[in-house]
T-cell receptor, first 115, second 115 residues
Framework: NAGVTQTPKFRVLKTGQSMTLLCAQD?????MYWYRQDPGMGLRLIHY???????AKGEVPDGYNVSRLKKQNFLLGLESAAPSQTSVYFC??????????????FGQGTRLTVV | AQTVTQSQPEMSVQEAETVTLSCTYD???????LFWYKQPPSRQMILVIR??????QNATENRFSVNFQKAAKSFSLKISDSQLGDAAMYFC????????????FGQGTRLTINP
């Protein structure tokens, strides 16, 4: 089972460059999320999606855009990268059940360095 | 907004001993979910244990157990018979009762196991 797959695993960008991180899940999950992990701050939610064609802002959305054109894919875009966006990025997905919460499945992370 | 606090940036324990990681949270909700995630050097986020707030009984998973004190908003993780493979970052996380099942993470505790 592939689960949640993130592409790429590592990337170095120059300030001002743009890039897109791809997240793909094969579990038919409705919900998908992008988090960033920084030392001493845990994981913080950037954007999330509760279904195909819908997205919403999380705790730290500035400087990022997202799209969910297909249910299985959730893209995170950086239009003009800044050194403050140096971080490890995690994608996650989950399946909602009425009256019950479910486990979130995480990708392996993308280490992004902006120089 | 909900917050999660892990006040121990680092902990260490002798192999085969018991260690307790602390977590406190703040919420006005009565129904919610709490989680402990393990992140080994591979970066993969692994769910260790889950607690539903409406359940009075503390969750256990083999060597892992929690002490859930709802009134005190405390959720500690106890690891018994520590093993070298338990060395990792541990994150406490909160999830609200409904909606998009977003996770709010603590800052993390790095656990070292001494042989």
């Amino acid at each position: 089972n592939a689960g949640v797959t993130q592409t790429p695993k590592f990337r170095v960008l120059k300030t001002g460059q743009s890039m897109t991180l791809l997240c793909a899940q094969d579990m038919n999950h409705e919900y998908m999320y992008w988090y960033r992990q920084d030392p001493g701050m845990g994981l913080r939610l950037i954007h999330y999606s509760v279904g195909e064609g819908t997205t919403a802002k999380g705790e730290v959305p500035d400087g990022y855009n997202v799209s969910r054109l297909k249910k299985q894919n959730f893209l995170l875009g950086l239009e003009s990268a800044a050194p403050s966006q140096t971080s490890v990025y995690f994608c996650a997905s989950s399946y909602p059940r009425a009256g019950e919460n479910t486990e979130a499945f995480f990708g392996q992370g993308t280490r992004l360095t902006v120089v | 907004a909900q917050t999660v606090t892990q006040s121990q940036p680092e902990m260490s324990v002798q192999e085969a001993e018991t260690v307790t990681l602390s977590c406190t949270y703040d919420t006005s909700e009565s129904d919610y979910y709490l989680f402990w995630y393990k992140q080994p050097p591979s970066r993969q986020m692994i769910l260790v244990i889950r607690q539903e707030a409406y359940k009075q009984q503390n969750a256990t998973e083999n060597r892992f157990s929690v002490n859930f004190q709802k009134a005190a908003k405390s959720f500690s993780l106890k690891i018994s018979d520590s093993q070298l493979g338990d060395a990792a970052m541990y994150f406490c996380a909160y999830q609200g009762p409904q909606g998009a099942q977003k996770l709010v993470f603590g800052q993390g505790t790095r656990l070292t196991i001494n042989p």
